[in-house]
């Protein structure tokens, strides 16, 4: 196995690891004290805490009895983790975190709770001892752990019907389904574990994976035990098992199944021998990428988050505002009655997707345990810095994480004052030196829709400036860095600094340089052309090659250096 290098692991972490930070500062400030007027956790989940925002990577593992979930961790850890009982029959009979620990120990589901600076379990309290009698965290010195959580769970069974109450499920004293949906929500990865010789779906099964609605990206389906049959007999299962998922999964998407045998012994059959093995690497390097791609997924789900807390806010308020003077209990039965209709409205009204609003029937059923007329006015002030975390802070921290994972913290992000040892000629060629918190205001008044705004919405701001349409229209081009006639914050800001840098008398280039590309449209080609520049290339430069390296800078970008 190729070994990791270890001095970009730990840059990595530190940029991660910064990264957290300013994502809890986020949250705190500008998402939390929403979250609090409007009762969010009433609704949905509690507040987050530090620790839920820090946490490592979790899996989820969910399958009916004896699908090798715990098998599946057992291998990944190389050897047993303590707590664990592998067995023919159910043998996990609770929810069990496997985290990282120095000593080999169990803890109770209450001390892992209480303590909610070390575990990000608090928000569990809220299923009563019911629950906590059926969890706890066990602690492995294994190297994986040191980068990813697992979270074991008790094998699905078929509902048991008791005394003519159909669907009563007796044996459990808590709610499995809720309980799923809690950690599905905090995981990074959900795994489900089949058979191969027992493909059926029994009803809570069937009831727990609805409750992965919203988290379908994050769903690996997975064919175990599959090394004790031949391929013609691999092919009818694959079949069978898609036609199964069919039934539950309800959308057009294949979801992509991978086939294996995830235990401890050889695996079994040579005739498919290479192909589950081929099929264990892909779904293990995922699995390892987790934490390389875990900043990533912790600011999507705060983005996801973010916009819940938006549509809840202006649905809290839209019935309030509907509630009359008389006749209060009539209405408000009437509102709930017809709540898809009021969600239609206030996505008329505040131009939101309905793709954002929350499930109809969930949120009925809370509202059914409310006063209308106690819920609060919209807070102006707290929407706005909703919206310019959505609009303008996600962007810029998703910005130092491209999709390929290439880019590298530059020398201004690691020091706020290297920016003035470059040449202020060409300083304005640097997108650090781009004010994105500047133009966010006037970024946010022009009512973005999903974090942009059309080309006749951008006019105006552009045409005030004054200067001539053939110019504004180079800077279009410019700044429309993804060319799909739209604006985000970024290349909002880039054209406003591109119209000032024009009214200083800066002559513009002909095409946009590299260092003045949005972080977040980069990618790997920062750099990437060593004719082009780049911001560590300018401050690496000895002070007596400065001058050299400007003038052969703008050669290349066909611009003057000093203003005309």
């Known amino acids: 196995m190729k070994k990791l290098n270890v001095q970009e692991q730990k840059e990595t972490d530190k940029l991660f690891a910064t990264s957290t930070d300013a994502l809890k500062s986020l949250y705190s400030t500008k998402i939390k004290p929403l979250e609090q007027l409007t009762k969010f956790g009433d609704f949905f989940s509690p507040t987050l805490t530090d620790a839920d925002i820090a946490a490592k990577p979790m899996i989820l593992l969910l399958g009916q009895y004896s699908t090798g979930k715990t098998s599946f961790i057992n291998y990944l850890l190389e050897k047993p983790f303590v707590g664990s009982n592998v067995a023919v029959e159910p043998s996990t009979d609770r929810f069990n975190a496997v985290m990282h620990g120095t000593d080999d120990r169990i803890l109770p589901g209450n001390i892992v709770c209480v303590q909610s600076q070390d575990f990000p379990f608090k928000g569990l309290e809220k299923f009563g001892n019911g629950f906590m009698g059926r969890f706890q965290c066990s602690l492995s010195n294994a190297p994986i752990l040191e980068k990813v959580s697992f979270i074991d769970t008790p094998g699905v069974l078929n509902i048991i019907t008791h005394g003519g109450n159909e669907g009563k499920k007796v044996g459990r004293s808590y709610d499995f389904p809720q309980i799923v949906e809690w950690f599905a929500e905090r995981s990074d990865m959900i795994l489900l574990l089949?058979?191969?010789?027992?493909?059926?779906?029994?009803?809570?099964?069937?009831?727990?994976?609805?409750?992965?609605?919203?988290?379908?990206?994050?769903?690996?389906?997975?064919?175990?035990?599959?090394?004790?049959?031949?391929?013609?007999?691999?092919?009818?299962?694959?079949?069978?098992?898609?036609?199964?998922?069919?039934?539950?999964?309800?959308?057009?998407?294949?979801?992509?199944?991978?086939?294996?045998?995830?235990?401890?012994?050889?695996?079994?059959?040579?005739?498919?021998?290479?192909?589950?093995?081929?099929?264990?690497?892909?779904?293990?390097?995922?699995?390892?990428?987790?934490?390389?791609?875990?900043?990533?997924?912790?600011?999507?789900?705060?983005?996801?988050?973010?916009?819940?807390?938006?549509?809840?806010?202006?649905?809290?308020?839209?019935?309030?505002?509907?509630?009359?003077?008389?006749?209060?209990?009539?209405?408000?039965?009437?509102?709930?009655?017809?709540?898809?209709?009021?969600?239609?409205?206030?996505?008329?009204?505040?131009?939101?997707p309905m793709g954002d609003f929350p499930d109809v029937d969930h949120y009925r059923t809370v509202l059914k345990v409310h006063d209308f007329t106690k819920f609060?006015?919209?807070?102006?002030?707290?929407?706005?810095?909703?919206?310019?975390?959505?609009?303008?802070?996600?962007?810029?921290?998703?910005?130092?994480?491209?999709?390929?994972?290439?880019?590298?913290?530059?020398?201004?992000?690691?020091?706020?004052?290297?920016?003035?040892?470059?040449?202020?000629?060409?300083?304005?060629?640097?997108?650090?030196?781009?004010?994105?918190?500047?133009?966010?205001?006037?970024?946010n008044s022009l009512n973005p829709i999903d974090g942009k705004i059309q080309g006749q919405v951008a006019k105006g701001p552009l045409f005030q400036s004054g200067l001539p349409n053939n110019i504004l229209a180079h800077i279009w081009r410019l700044s429309d860095v993804d060319r799909d006639g739209k604006m985000d914050i970024e290349e909002f800001a880039l054209a406003m600094h591109l119209v000032n840098v024009k009214l200083k008398g800066y002559e513009l280039p002909e095409t946009l340089p590299t260092t003045l590309i949005p972080f977040s449209k980069r990618g790997g080609m920062f750099g990437s052309n060593p004719n082009q520049s780049s911001y560590q290339t300018i401050l690496n430069q000895p002070p007596q090659q400065q001058q050299q390296y400007q003038q052969q800078f703008i050669n290349n970008n066909n611009y003057d250096q000093q203003p005309q």
Request: glycine share 4%.
């Open 376 to 443: 609060p006015k919209i807070n102006e002030k707290m929407l706005a810095q909703l919206n310019e975390v959505l609009a303008v802070d996600f962007p810029n921290l998703l910005s130092r994480f491209p999709i390929d994972g290439t880019h590298k913290p530059s020398a201004y992000e690691l020091n706020p004052f290297a920016l003035d040892e470059v040449d202020e000629n060409i300083r304005w060629t640097l997108f650090e030196n781009v004010d994105i918190s500047a133009f966010a205001p006037l970024f």
């Open 194 to 352: 089949f058979d191969a010789h027992k493909l059926d779906i029994s009803d809570e099964y069937r009831e727990a994976i609805t409750k992965l609605k919203g988290h379908d990206e994050k769903i690996r389906i997975v064919l175990n035990k599959a090394d004790n049959i031949n391929a013609q007999q691999l092919l009818r299962v694959y079949g069978g098992l898609m036609w199964s998922l069919g039934r539950v999964i309800t959308t057009p998407e294949v979801k992509k199944v991978t086939i294996g045998s995830f235990w401890s012994g050889p695996l079994q059959n040579k005739e498919t021998e290479n192909l589950l093995y081929s099929e264990m690497v892909d779904l293990i390097k995922d699995i390892l990428l987790l934490p390389k791609n875990g900043a990533i997924r912790k600011v999507n789900d705060l983005v996801k988050r973010s916009r819940l807390v938006k549509v809840h806010a202006l649905i809290l308020n839209h019935l309030r505002s509907e509630m009359p003077v008389f006749g209060k209990e009539k209405k408000q039965a009437e509102l709930i009655a017809n709540l898809d209709k009021e969600f239609q409205k206030i996505s008329l009204m505040s131009r939101i």
